[in-house]
């Protein structure tokens, strides 16, 4: 009710004529002054819903411009996919990278990073010899990611062993008759890693 007030108020105020016109008291001077009031109540209204928007607008404006420093502080994402051979025990590995040196790979990997996508295509030898039948993969990355998301995929029958990460990555399995895959997914990691430890299946 108080801005009621202060608007009814400001208009008689502006509107307010002077002592000659206010002894005229003709019906055309009291018809002028009810146009003259609800026009300059119109341009208070105005204003003040304006001034209204102008601070409801602010807060938005701040949280989109934190989310935007949020995102710059915790990092870009890194989205992989390995592909591991049956016959040479060779591992493909695809995906999006922010940089070319994000993802460390061995040496003697043949690989190509495309700047413009961000998008990476990897070929080598990246398995490790463990005992026995076991061998394992493991994918090291250098720099601070928002999300980190990467999935091995090994052909059917394999056996998956132990799957392991850095702090703050979750880690499963799943099997079907198409192929065995092991899923890493964490967020708000400095240079992360994983490891997927497996048994291939014999001929």
């Known amino acids: 009710m108080k801005i009621w007030h202060w608007i009814d108020a400001l208009s ?23 146009d003259g009031e609800m026009f300059w109540f119109a341009v208070i209204l105005l204003m003040l819903w304006s001034s ?9 404006q701040a949280q989109a411009d934190g989310a935007k420093a949020a995102d710059s502080v915790l990092g870009a994402t890194m989205v992989l996919d390995a592909y591991v051979a049956e016959e040479d025990g060779n591992v493909l590995v695809t995906g999006y990278l922010p940089s070319a040196d994000s993802l460390n790979l061995p040496g003697g990997v043949e690989h190509e990073y495309e700047s413009d996508s961000g998008q990476i295509y ?21 720099g601070q990611f928002g999300q980190v998301h990467a ?25 079907d008759s198409d192929e065995v895959t092991a899923e890493f997914l964490g967020y ?15 001929d």
Do not use: Y
Request: contains cysteine; hydrophobic residues 35%; glycine residues 8%.
């Open 12 to 34: 008689r105020c502006i509107c307010r004529q002077n002592p000659k016109e206010e002894a005229v008291g003709t019906k055309r001077g009291a018809e002028d002054r009810k």
């Open 122 to 142: 990897a070929l080598g030898s990246m398995l490790e010899q463990k005992d026995g039948d076991r061998q394992a993969l493991r994918l090291e990355s250098s």
């Open 151 to 175: 999935l091995v995929h090994l052909p059917p029958g394999s056996q998956v062993v132990q799957l392991s990460g850095s702090d703050g990555i979750s880690r499963w399995s799943l099997s």
């Open 52 to 60: 209204f928007l102008l601070i409801s607008e602010a807060p938005a």
């Open 188 to 202: 708000d990691l400095t240079d992360p890693w994983i490891d997927c430890s497996f048994i291939l299946p014999k």
